[in-house]
């Protein structure tokens, strides 16, 4: 049995405030209720709604001004990739985006990795492909599919591929479960994994994206059925 989530306060107010203003509640440029005004209205103390407004400000969701009332930013040219996760939330539409852009990243991370792949980091590749192969339901697949997928991110050695998949990371695996078609058919996925592994043990580029482009696509678009 899972374990119970306990949120705090903050959090709750938080995740009304960012889901008033990701479902347009709040339009861009609008002015928020003052954080004393919030408290009131959401029966909550004003430390709170401050720890709650902090966040807000670090996704670019709102602005505050001292001595002018908050203000909603349009998160769509304010944002950046800390927002995947609060976007991922409460936005559906987000998912079809991050996957074309997963393919595309993963084509050249996939091409950079069978270049610069140290022989350890290209071992770890073919296990997590065997692995795939071995799982025997969705969850563990699904596991198996993050950790090849970082491990080749790892192996292309180029640090804001890395950051992006950290910013995915917080929106991938609390949500997990949304993503379960990502891996089924694994029969027919499997030898795709191996194929990325095989192409980067060789340090054949061309092959390694050609062969992750068409696991990718086969994963956007078995979320998009």
């Known amino acids: 049995m899972p374990p119970v989530v306990r949120a705090s306060v903050p959090d709750l107010v938080f995740?009304?405030?960012?889901?008033?203003?990701?479902?347009?509640?709040?339009?861009?440029?609008?002015?928020?209720?003052?954080q004393r005004?919030?408290?009131a209205e959401l029966d909550?103390?004003?430390?709170?709604?401050?720890?709650?407004?902090?966040?807000l400000e670090q996704l670019r969701l709102v602005e505050v001004r001292h001595g002018d009332a908050m203000r909603v930013l349009d998160w769509r040219?304010?944002?950046?990739?800390?927002?995947?996760?609060?976007?991922?939330?409460?936005?559906?539409?987000?998912?079809?985006?991050?996957?074309?852009?997963?393919?595309?990243?993963l084509v050249e991370a996939a091409r950079?990795?069978?270049?610069?792949?140290?022989?350890?980091?290209?071992?770890?590749?073919?296990?997590?492909?065997?692995?795939?192969?071995?799982?025997?339901?969705?969850?563990?697949?699904?596991?198996?599919?993050?950790q090849f997928m970082s491990a080749v991110i790892e192996a292309a050695d180029n640090i804001v591929f890395q950051l992006i998949m950290n910013s995915v990371r917080r929106l991938y695996l609390p949500n997990a479960a949304a993503f379960v078609r990502v891996v089924s058919g694994r029969g027919e996925l499997a030898p795709l994994y191996t194929a990325t592994a095989g192409a980067i043990r060789t340090r054949d580029g061309a092959g390694a994206a050609r062969?992750?482009?068409?696991?990718?696509l086969a994963q956007e678009r078995r979320m998009a059925a």
């Not at 140290?118 to 198996?144: I, P, Y």
């Open 44 to 55: 909550v103390n004003l430390a709170s709604v401050r720890q709650a407004v902090a966040r």
């Open 112 to 146: 950079l990795a069978a270049e610069r792949r140290s022989d350890a980091q290209s071992q770890r590749v073919s296990e997590l492909a065997s692995a795939f192969e071995r799982a025997t339901d969705d969850q563990s697949a699904l596991v198996c599919d993050w």
């Open 37 to 39: 005004a919030l408290a």
């Open 211 to 216: 062969a992750i482009g068409e696991l990718a």
């Open 77 to 105: 040219s304010a944002g950046g990739l800390e927002a995947l996760a609060a976007l991922g939330a409460t936005n559906v539409d987000i998912i079809g985006p991050l996957f074309e852009a997963r393919r595309l990243l």
């Open 15 to 34: 995740d009304q405030l960012r889901d008033a203003i990701l479902s347009g509640r709040y339009a861009p440029g609008e002015r928020l209720p003052t």
